[in-house]
Every structure is written in structure tokens, then in C-alpha cells.
């Protein structure tokens, strides 16, 4: 487990991270959101034992990274932003370096550093110098080494910065798989990973948390959550808009159709309107209006019920503004 | 004591993985036995010591031991590597004291290839060999010296310029306080026990000890309390820089 005290750091004047306090289990995978310098590297930085916390401390598996850094670090498997690697040296002689320090010898460190580099698809690149590699192996480099020694904790920070579609997702991947036996704490400003990948998440806004919670419990604070798209054909919007703002528990329905100079929007020569309706706080208006719908006989073209935009959600907390 | 290895290892091979090494050791070479030949005129001498060879070496370390140790803690700094190497479990001192010993041996690589010229000497007349060695002790002692200053300015700076450029200074501060010209200044407007305080403190003071084929243990004890008390300072430096 990873225990965070009343973490707090001051750089000068400015508070980079202003305590916080969270636990992470086994099998966890933290997502850590935030604007850039909202502190989330900061963060990762004392946890890792690299920053001495301005007052405040964490655990790693019990031990204190204040009183006893090695033992921490020894327990964890860090990539850090941009994940930095000696560029002077080939692929194979770093992971070398990083098992004998890790307190490999012999034939078990030749043996591990081979089977990461088959985990982390490096075995073409082994004896490749470094600062020649893509910005993806080079990833996977820091990841090697991240993983070498098979680490009950995984800190990552911005793990998939700078990598394509493919690889990102290959790294998501990876990452979900190790999961469920490690506790991963992972950091991100990119949404959807966090949708993708993590069982929960915190948002940290200057230095404090401002949510935190599953992904999804978070998506339903957004504003959009249990709202419905709705799409008719043939009907006018005065009559629509009029008719559904009736129906109980709708808070309020506006019209999203495309206007005339964008061009409209038309289905076999007919109109189409586009409405959202949103619910009353914390009520469920589906059944309601599909049952208005229906009794008025209109013709759908479309129907969604909204999940909520987590993009909406981090927007609101992190710029000052309230989430409902 | 293996992450000491491990880190020595890594740092003297990288060392010789770039171009650095071998530029480093062609122009020492060159520039020792020119020195010696061209300027000492060696030949014309008809003794047989190494003293014109060795009366250089003060100089040129000052230029191309901080050129060896500009990176040492500048470039881990610039390139976040220091955030790996310090969430390792390894400690402070392992890492600096790896990096260092590293970087002095290096030096002493350097210093070992220029045997020919004892060689040289050896085959021309009768040296004395006890001088010759001491000469060389006093020489990897400086070098060390040099290296220690100027890992501590390099932990200072992301720069490697910066931490050549104010290495190079420091090196030369602290060789001129006991050097001739520099010392009769003093003497003239300081009591003379305040001046020779002051020359006490210098590398070239020392040096010069090894060179008369004495290995007197002050001198042996003074490199190296230059050399604790500079990387102590690079510690506290580290300490508190590297995460900037």
C-alpha cells in the first residue's frame, strides 16, 4: 500500500502541492490528473523518495520515504517524466546497470534483463546506442527499467507522453495487465486514458485534490450526465421544445439543430431537429420522455442517453469553476 | 559497495563509448611530451629526469581536468538522468564517490599512457626511479584534487560551459596561491606567517613536495582532505539541487 500524509511541498513562495492525503492498495490503478503544474510530478517526485517533502510524508509497503528511502525505492518501479536514460549507452548495457543495481548477479541479471526486453519488445534495438532510438523506444527503455525487478509499486509519470495511437495503446495495455497484481499510481492529462485504464482517479487542481473517485463516479458529476440527446424527424422545434420541457423531471431542453447556415439538417427531404434535455438533479428522465415521445407519435432519428463528459467535469474543477 | 562498482563501471565505460576518452587522452599525450620536448627542450637538458615533463603537468590539468569533469553532475542534472540515479537504491555517497573515483581514474589511464617518456628517460641516461614514481603520485594526487573542485561546480550547474568555465577558475585560484609571483605579492603586504598560511593552501605547494621525490604524508593527508572536504560540499549541493 502506498500511504500519503499530509504531503506538502513550498517551492519559495508557491505551494506546488498543499496537503495532500490518499491511500492506494494492491491492485489499484491511480490515475492522477491535473493540469500542467497542477503538482502531480511533484507528487510522484516525493513519493519516489527523489524530493523531500516540505512537511507532511509517505509510505511505500510501510516504509517511509523520509526515514528509510532505500527500502522504498526498492520497492518501486519509477518512470519519470519524459523517462530520462543514459543516451551514451546501448539498450542492453543500461538494463545491465539498472539489475546490478537492483542487486541482481550473475546469471540472474542476464536472465532478467533478457526477459524484459522481450516484455518491453526491445530485443531488436538491444545493442543500439540510446540517444540514436525513437521517442517510443526510448520509452520503452524507461519502462524496462521501470519493470526489471518486478516492483510491488509502479510510478509512472505521463507513461504514454509522446507515443502514437498503436503504441499507446500498447502501453495501456501492458499497463492494465500489470495491474491487477501491483499498485500503480499513474499520471496523465490525457481523459480518456484515465477511462481507459484506471480503476481511480484524482484530480488535483494547484496542488490540491478536488475529486477524487472512480472514473465513472466522476463523469457523473458532470453537468451532461443523464442528459438525453434526442433527434426528430418532421416535427417542428417551437412544438418539440414546447411539448417536452412539460414532461416531469426535465430540468430544461434546448435546441442543439444546426442552423440554416451550417448547413441544416435534413433526412429524405425532411427537417431534423437535435434536443438535449437535462434531468432535474439526480433524476432519471429516459422513461418519461421515451413514453411523451411515443404518445405523441413522433418519428425518432435518434435517441442517447449522455454518460457524462469527464473532459467537462476536469474543466470545471481545475478552473475554479463548480461541478455539480 | 557493488552500486559504488556499478556506478564507477558504468561511468568509466561511458566515458570510452563517446568521443570524449580518446580526444581527451590524444591531447594530453600530445600535449605533456610537447610541452616537455618543445618548450622544456628536454634533449638540449642532457639530464636524465623527468622534471621538465612533470613541471607542466599543474597547467594543463587545469584545462583538461575540468573539461573531464564538466559533465559529471551537469549533464545528469540537464537530462533528468540524477531523477533515475537517485530513485535507485543507492546512496549519495555510492553515486558520488562512483562518479568520481570514476572520472580520477580515467585521469590516471591518461597519466599511465604517458610511460614512454619514462622509457625515454630510462633509455638515455640513469634516472631515478624513486622520484619518477613519486612524481606520478603527486601528479594523480593533483589530478584528483582538480577533479574534486570541479565536480562540486558541476553539480552547481545545468551548464556545462558554466561549470567548465568557473572550474577552470577555481583550479586556477587555487594553484596560484602558492606559486612564486604570487606568494612575493603577498609577502610584501602580508606577515609572513599569514602569506605562508595562505601558500599552505595551494595544490602547487604540495605538488611540488612529490616532485623532490618526497611522498610526505602531509601532502598525502592535504589532497585528500581537499578532495573529502569538496565532494562533502558536493553533497550538500546535490542535496539540494537536483531536483531543479
Keep these: ?324 | 559497495m557493488r552500486n559504488f562498482k556499478a556506478v564507477l563501471k558504468r561511468e568509466l565505460k561511458s566515458y570510452f563509448e563517446s568521443p570524449v576518452a580518446y580526444v581527451f587522452i590524444v591531447i594530453f599525450l600530445l600535449a605533456t611530451s610537447g610541452c616537455t620536448f618543445f618548450i622544456s627542450r628536454f634533449f638540449e637538458n642532457r639530464i636524465a629526469t623527468l622534471e621538465p615533463f612533470f613541471i607542466w603537468h599543474p597547467w594543463l590539468y587545469l584545462f583538461l581536468v575540468p573539461a573531464v569533469g564538466m559533465r559529471l553532475w551537469s549533464e545528469e542534472r540537464k537530462s533528468g538522468t540524477i531523477e533515475l540515479l537517485f530513485t535507485l537504491p543507492i546512496t549519495l555517497w555510492e553515486a558520488l564517490a562512483g562518479k568520481f573515483v570514476a572520472a580520477w581514474l580515467f585521469i590516471g589511464i591518461a597519466l599511465v599512457l604517458t610511460f614512454p617518456m619514462v622509457l625515454t628517460v630510462a633509455y638515455l641516461g640513469s634516472p631515478d626511479y624513486g622520484i619518477i614514481l613519486s612524481s606520478y603520485l603527486g601528479s594523480f594526487m593533483l589530478a584528483g584534487g582538480f577533479l574534486a573542485v570541479t565536480c562540486l561546480f558541476s553539480a552547481m550547474t545545468k551548464n556545462q560551459v558554466i561549470s567548465f568555465v568557473i572550474s577552470v577558475v577555481a583550479c586556477f585560484a587555487m594553484l596560484m596561491l602558492g606559486v612564486g609571483v604570487f606568494t612575493d605579492f603577498l609577502n610584501r603586504y602580508l606577515p609572513v606567517w599569514l602569506s605562508d598560511a595562505i601558500s599552505a593552501f595551494s595544490f602547487f605547494t604540495h605538488y611540488q613536495g612529490f616532485q623532490r621525490g618526497l611522498i610526505d604524508s602531509r601532502d598525502l593527508v592535504y589532497f585528500i582532505s581537499v578532495i573529502v572536504f569538496m565532494l562533502a560540499a558536493n553533497a550538500l549541493v546535490l542535496e539540494r539541487k537536483k531536483a531543479e
Design chain 1, 1 to 324: 500500500m502506498i500511504a500519503v500524509q499530509s504531503l506538502t511541498r513550498h517551492f519559495g513562495s508557491i505551494k506546488a502541492v498543499d496537503n495532500i492525503s490518499f491511500t492506494v492498495g494492491k491492485g489499484e490503478i491511480l490515475g492522477f490528473l491535473g493540469p500542467n503544474g497542477a503538482g502531480k510530478s511533484t507528487t510522484m517526485k516525493m513519493i519516489t523518495t527523489f524530493l523531500p517533502p516540505t512537511s507532511g510524508t509517505a509510505t511505500v509497503g510501510g516504509f517511509d520515504v523520509i526515514a528509510q528511502p532505500l527500502e522504498a525505492r526498492a520497492k518501486i518501479g519509477y518512470l519519470p517524466e519524459s523517462s530520462p536514460s543514459y543516451r551514451d549507452m546501448n539498450v542492453f548495457d543500461f538494463l545491465m546497470f539498472a539489475a546490478e543495481v537492483r542487486g541482481y548477479d550473475g546469471d540472474e541479471r542476464l536472465n532478467r534483463v533478457k526477459k524484459i526486453m522481450e516484455t518491453c519488445n526491445l530485443k531488436e534495438v538491444a545493442y543500439q546506442q540510446i540517444d540514436t532510438l525513437s521517442k517510443g523506444f526510448r520509452q520503452r527503455v524507461g519502462f524496462a527499467q521501470a519493470f526489471l525487478h518486478d516492483p510491488e509499486y509502479l510510478i509512472l509519470d505521463e507513461p504514454t507522453d509522446g507515443l502514437d495511437p498503436n503504441q499507446k495503446q500498447e502501453v495501456r495495455n501492458l499497463i492494465k495487465q500489470m495491474g491487477r497484481e501491483k499498485c500503480i499510481i499513474l499520471s496523465t492529462h490525457i481523459l480518456e486514458e484515465v477511462e481507459a485504464v484506471c480503476s481511480r482517479a484524482i484530480i488535483i487542481g494547484e496542488g490540491k485534490i478536488v475529486a477524487d473517485g472512480s472514473p465513472e463516479e466522476l463523469r457523473s458529476r458532470s453537468k451532461l450526465h443523464g442528459a438525453i440527446t434526442l433527434e426528430l424527424i418532421g416535427v417542428e422545434a417551437k412544438d418539440a421544445l414546447a411539448g417536452l420541457e412539460k414532461v416531469q423531471f426535465v430540468d430544461r431542453v434546448t435546441d442543439l439543430t444546426p442552423s440554416a447556415a451550417e448547413g441544416g439538417a435534413e433526412k429524405n427531404g425532411k427537417k431534423v431537429i437535435r434536443l438535449r434535455l437535462y434531468p432535474m438533479s439526480g433524476k432519471s428522465i429516459a422513461h418519461e420522455t421515451a413514453s411523451f415521445i411515443h404518445q405523441k407519435n413522433w418519428q425518432v432519428d435518434g435517441f442517447t442517453v449522455e454518460k457524462g463528459d469527464l473532459n467537462e467535469v476536469f474543466y470545471s474543477l481545475t478552473k475554479g469553476g463548480v461541478a455539480r
